[in-house]
């Protein structure tokens, strides 16, 4: 009995789609502890075991038959649904599997996110790979989550992995990006399961929970954090709330995320050899991700790795914006990269499996921002321009880092401090933290959106933001450093990073950066703009250890490290390159109570006095690589 006879219990008779030349028939795919996972075959014909060919899989919690946005090829096309998507890879002599996840869709089992990923991809992997249709070759390909599970399955060391295209996801560590940075937790992680709830099959049978998720007020719920157990929007639906109130209480760095599901640092040795290509975009969650993986690989592994950064938002390549940000004609991958997303990902596929060859093709695309006049565009968006470049690595081959020494009088200089004592203090708030605007989010709806915004014009738009709006370096809790008006334009391509000397009055808080274009004033924007670039967190009780976490002793000087993503930007000439410092980012993180609590378990907040030091003793700085190094600033 064959996997496509009538009568298997895990198949079902081919049906006809339209258009011709393409068949999809319904699998379910056994896993190794009997739950069964529901697929659908696309095949060229109603028997695809007379044609032997590569399979390409992608596993999606989102529903294998839904239509996504993040699967637009082209920004002038509508997004293609799923039949149209494997009708371009049958007619590219691929069989196409599309598998909803364990406890999604069709598929049998309870979902818990992102932990079982991986032996449940290993086991389809091993059941495609026995069918007489499969030539014992499996690609994988797909976006955000569909990504994270290629990783998973890979961290197994499944064979039969030939070659894998991941889109804005696939975790190097989820414990560094994703679902923690710097020890604070990502509420995006709220957000998403909030919206995946309402989505859940559990919801579909049963109406009235179904009515209850679809009105959960979820700004007031982000007003009365922290939550707990029977205490939350999930409270209804108790898979889901379980989940996501553990993944907030596992705040240090232990077994939880030494899963090899999220972690693929930990276990790349076991990645198949297999060539890999990896998309992430400026504003999206993922970049410190898709980097280390691309790094990492090639390191590693005798197959070609090759990385493409573009400035979108997630999963949005067809867009030629971020945000209240437009980067021009040239920002889109089709159009540029290649004519579509589809005949993007179809011929990489055809190199990797050896179909053809493109020894042109380079390690690295990314696109550098900047350039723009700084007008508005009629969208109402201001014009940054930028361009794509190619590399052999990344960092850029032509880029160096470039330390920037904060000065109390609100500078940044390339010369280190020579005074002995200079700082600058303030009071931290947990009940009033600093709204997020922009950055590098995604599914955080309705609370908060990424990209890249006016720092110093929030609206209404803003959670958290009030009236009258003012810059957000306003606030008496943000530091904000900027170097003078720049000469001639300066180039930055690489990681962002502080050191930063610090001390407080609590047992633990923390400090955020934000690193920041701020284009001078126009007719458009009379106050300038203040485009931000990245941004990222250090919750300070974790200063020695993600592991042992050690609180602060008050009055105590220490040095901390505050990471951001990567960033590629041109600082036009006039310009200035700014850096903020603060202790929160709401709701992109969650808020220090500075109690020392840990912050799922928390009920009171303090305000703690923040200091950072700026002296010869204590040389508080900024990294960047720039291109030309030191002289590139000069």
């Given amino acids: 009995m064959t996997s496509y006879d009538t009568d298997a219990p895990h198949a079902h008779r081919p049906e006809p789609l339209r258009g011709g030349a393409l068949w999809r028939r319904t699998l379910r795919i056994p896993m190794r502890d009997g739950v069964h996972l529901a697929a659908d075959l696309y095949s060229a014909s109603p028997a695809p075991e007379t044609t032997v060919l590569p399979v390409l899989l992608e596993r999606t919690p989102y529903g294998r038959r839904a239509q996504r946005g993040s699967d637009q090829d082209r920004g002038d096309a509508p997004v293609p649904q799923p039949e149209d998507i494997a009708r371009h890879f049958t007619e590219a002599r691929y069989h196409v599997v599309r598998q909803d996840c364990r406890g999604r869709g069709d598929s049998e089992g309870t979902f818990v996110k992102y932990l079982g990923e991986g032996p449940d991809g290993a086991d389809t992997i091993a059941w495609l790979r026995n069918q007489p249709w499969c030539d014992g070759r499996v690609v994988m390909t797909g976006v955000s989550y569909s990504a994270h599970v290629q990783a998973a399955a890979a961290a197994e060391g499944v064979e039969g992995l030939a070659a894998m295209v991941q889109d804005s996801g696939g975790f190097s560590s989820a414990y560094d990006a994703g679902m923690r940075m710097g020890g604070a937790f990502e509420l995006k992680q709220v957000t998403w399961t909030l919206r995946q709830a309402v989505t859940s099959p559990e919801a579909a049978a049963d109406p009235v929970l179904s009515e209850a998720l679809s009105r959960v007020d979820v700004a007031g719920w982000f007003g009365a954090m922290p939550w707990r157990p029977g205490c939350t929007p999930l409270r209804h639906l108790a898979a889901y709330e379980d989940f996501l109130l553990e993944q907030w209480r596992q705040d240090t760095f232990g077994d939880y995320y030494r899963n090899p599901a999220i972690y693929g640092r930990g276990f790349y040795d076991r990645f198949p050899d297999a060539p890999s290509l990896h998309i992430g975009s400026w504003y999206d969650p993922y970049v410190r991700s898709t980097i280390e993986n691309f790094t ?15 400035p979108w938002t997630h999963g949005r390549r067809c867009e030629t914006y971020a945000g209240d940000v437009d980067f021009g004609p040239r920002a889109p991958l089709d159009g540029n990269l ?9 011929r990489w596929f055809d190199r990797a499996l050896g179909r053809a060859s ?4 380079p390690a690295v695309q990314y696109f550098l921002m900047g350039g723009g006049d700084g007008r508005r565009d009629a969208a109402g968006r201001m014009r940054h321009g930028g361009e794509w470049r190619a590399d052999t690595w990344w960092p850029p081959t032509a880029t160096a880092p470039v330390d920037l020494y904060l000065t109390a009088d609100g500078t940044l200089d390339v010369n280190p401090p020579t005074v002995a004592a200079a700082s600058v203090t303030y009071d931290f708030d947990p009940r009033h ?3 997020t605007m922009g950055g590098q989010v995604t599914s955080g709806e309705p609370v908060m959106s990424g990209g890249a915004y006016d720092q110093n014009a929030p609206d209404a738009r803003v959670y958290g933001a009030r009236e009258p709006y003012l810059p957000l370096d306003s ?7 900027s170097t003078p008006p720049l000469e001639r334009d300066v180039v930055l391509a690489g990681p962002v990073s502080a050191r930063l000397h610090i001390s407080t009055t609590a047992p633990d808080t923390d400090f955020t950066i934000k690193l920041i274009d701020v284009h001078p004033p126009n007719a458009d924007y009379p106050h300038g703009f203040a485009m931000n670039l990245t941004d990222g967190i250090a919750r300070c009780r974790f200063h020695r250890s993600t592991e042992k976490p050690e609180l602060l002793t008050p009055g105590q000087v220490y040095e901390i490290e505050v990471t951001a993503p990567d960033t590629a930007n041109r600082f036009t000439a006039g310009h200035r390159i700014r850096l903020d410092i603060s202790s929160s980012n709401f709701p992109r993180f969650d808020v220090n109570t500075n109690t020392g609590t840990p912050e799922a378990a928390a009920r009171r907040t303090a305000v703690a006095t923040n200091t950072v030091h700026m002296d010869a003793g204590h040389p508080s700085h900024v990294r960047v690589w720039v291109e030309g190094g030191a002289d590139g600033l000069a």
Wanted: overall charge negative; cysteine-free.
């Fill in 475 to 481: 606030r008496p809790d943000v530091i904000s450093l």
């Fill in 296 to 310: 990492a690989l090639r390191e590693l592994k005798s197959a070609p790795a090759y990385l493409v950064m573009g």
């Fill in 433 to 435: 933290p600093v709204p």
């Fill in 358 to 361: 493109d020894s042109d093709l």
């Fill in 338 to 346: 290649a004519p579509s997303y589809l005949e993007f990902r179809s």
